[in-house]
């Protein structure tokens, strides 16, 4: 867990409990409220783009041992924190993840419709990652094109 710095408030992303909570019904696990969250968390650990209390981790999801979904389930209490991210990561998190992330997500897996259901559906893959990540370089790629 990523210790919190005094005099400095962490952010907080995005939060699986929200979804989980609006399930409409008990056909998904609760860790299914943390599969996108976990997809943008693996993405930037595959970018060197998290705090430094994340970068044991890296090994294991660039060898594909576990997925960003775990990592975000099991050391950041199924959150995406300011505190997980590095300076940089923080500022693409704050110019994408708000705005366009859950889009890009919605577009590459044709989720029509706004139920926590149909988000969370997306099964935690690293196929389903790879679909995804194309997107997110080139979303990477405009935010450093204008910074």
């Known amino acids: 867990r990523v ?3 005094p005099g400095v408030r962490s952010m907080k992303y995005d939060d699986a409990e929200y979804y989980f909570l609006n399930f409409e019904t008990d056909a998904l696990p609760n860790e299914a409220g943390a599969t996108h969250i976990g997809m943008f968390m693996a993405w930037m650990m595959l970018h060197d783009l998290v705090s430094e209390d994340l970068e044991e981790a890296i ?3 660039k060898s594909r041992q576990v997925t960003g979904r775990e990592i975000v389930v099991d050391a950041s209490d199924c ?3 300011s505190d997980d ?3 940089e990561g923080n500022a693409f998190a704050a110019w994408y993840y708000e705005d366009k992330y ?5 577009r590459v897996f ?3 419709g706004d139920s926590a259901d149909a988000l969370c ?3 935690d893959t690293w196929d389903n990652f790879d679909k995804l990540a194309p997107v997110l370089d080139q979303r990477f790629a405009e935010w450093q094109a204008q910074a």
């Open 3 to 5: 210790p919190n710095r």
């Open 59 to 61: 090994d294991e999801v």
């Open 79 to 81: 959150k995406l924190l």
């Open 85 to 87: 991210l590095s300076e």
């Open 102 to 106: 859950i889009g890009d997500y919605c």
């Open 110 to 112: 044709e989720i029509s």
């Open 121 to 123: 559906s997306v099964e």
